[in-house]
């Protein structure tokens, strides 16, 4: 079946614009996770989704950044007024949740951001 | 917050020796999971481990737990080029995970 896309694959922006990145979690997968790939800062976890409840925003760097995920299913990461520090791969991740022993998260291909 | 380290940093192995990535955290293990990346791609799952002293094998790797559950090791057999990538171990703190900063793996003829 489909995995877990993300659009666009390669995104490059001048700084002061603002970006939105999208992510398709796998149908039916009610965890979906933001996670942000920097040279020499290894995966940080951005911000988390858990079916109807509040989302974890903990892992946000400053309020410049924000998502949302509509009807459960597809979810927008935007960073306004970009900054060359956020120039990173975003990775977007979803789970079943079926089994809290086993949270295998699928990770999508990523969105390189490029903020000249 | 729990840190978790992995060693080494990068490794560029000979095709077909034996090689070993370890990853160890600052807290007690719950969950560790084993990811491998390749550009491009996203992260690939290879194996989850939970419990003390707990082994997995897939194909030519291997991962383990130590008893203490601080600790994991990733052993790769016989290593051919489709080996290569970069190694991730995450931990499971109840929901998203927080990753080593990875070991980048070259496989050389």
């Known amino acids: 079946g489909a995995g877990v896309s993300q659009s666009p694959s390669n995104k490059v922006t001048e700084k002061g614009k603002d970006v939105e990145l999208r992510c398709d979690p796998i149908s039916g997968h009610t965890a979906l996770y933001w996670y942000r790939q920097s040279l020499g800062q290894g995966l940080e976890f951005l911000i988390y989704f858990q079916g109807n409840s509040a989302p974890d925003k903990s892992g946000l760097p400053s309020d410049r950044f924000s998502a949302e995920r509509t009807g459960g299913s597809v979810s927008t990461l935007t960073i306004q007024r970009t900054q060359q520090e956020d120039s990173a791969v975003y990775l977007c991740?979803?789970?079943?949740?079926?089994?809290?022993?086993?949270?295998?998260?699928?990770f999508g291909p990523g969105t390189r951001l490029t903020v000249l | 917050s729990q840190e978790l380290e992995q060693s080494p940093q990068s490794l560029i192995v000979q095709e077909g020796k034996n090689l070993t990535i370890n990853c160890t955290s600052s807290k007690t293990l719950y969950g560790l999971y084993w990811y491998k990346q390749k550009y491009g791609e996203g992260l690939i799952f290879l194996m989850m481990l939970q419990k003390g002293g707990e082994e997995k094998s897939h194909e030519k790797i291997t991962a383990k737990l130590d008893e203490k559950k601080q600790q994991s090791s990733l052993h790769i057999t016989a290593s051919q080029p489709s080996h290569a990538g970069i190694y991730l171990c995450?931990?499971?703190?109840?929901?998203?995970?927080?990753f080593g900063k990875g070991t980048s793996l070259l496989v050389t003829p």
């Open positions: 991740a979803s789970s079943s949740w079926a089994d809290r022993d086993d949270n295998e998260q699928f």
């Open positions: 995450g931990a499971d703190p109840g929901y998203a995970l927080n």
